[in-house]
C-alpha cells in the first residue's frame, strides 16, 4: 500500500533560502517508516526536535465537536 509521506520542514526553510511550500512524496512503506525518515533527516541536518505533535489523533478525536463527519488524514505529525 502506498502511503503519501508530507514533509514540511520550515526549520529548514531559512537554510535554504527559499520557500518553495510543502513537499510531497510518494512512499512504499508505514506510517511509521516514513516518520522514522523524516525523523532522521531532520536530526540528520544538525537540527533538534524537541517537539512531536500528533495532529492526525487530534482531529479525528475533536472533529465531531465541530460537524465534521470526514477523516482528513489517517495519521498525521507535526515536527
Do not use: N
Not at 502506498?2 to 513537499?23: C, F, N, W, Y
Not at 544538525?46 to 482531529?59: F, P, Q, T
Amino acid at each position: 500500500m502506498k502511503h503519501l509521506a508530507i514533509a514540511a520542514l520550515l526549520a529548514a526553510l531559512p537554510v535554504a533560502g527559499q520557500a518553495e511550500g510543502p513537499v510531497t512524496t510518494q512512499y512504499d512503506g508505514t506510517f511509521d517508516d516514513a516518520t522514522f525518515a523524516v525523523e532522521s533527516a531532520i536530526v540528520g541536518q544538525g537540527l533538534v526536535i524537541d517537539h512531536v505533535s500528533h495532529v492526525g489523533e487530534m482531529l479525528a478525536r475533536t472533529g465531531g465537536d465541530v460537524g465534521s463527519s470526514k477523516e482528513i488524514f489517517k495519521a498525521a505529525d507535526v515536527f
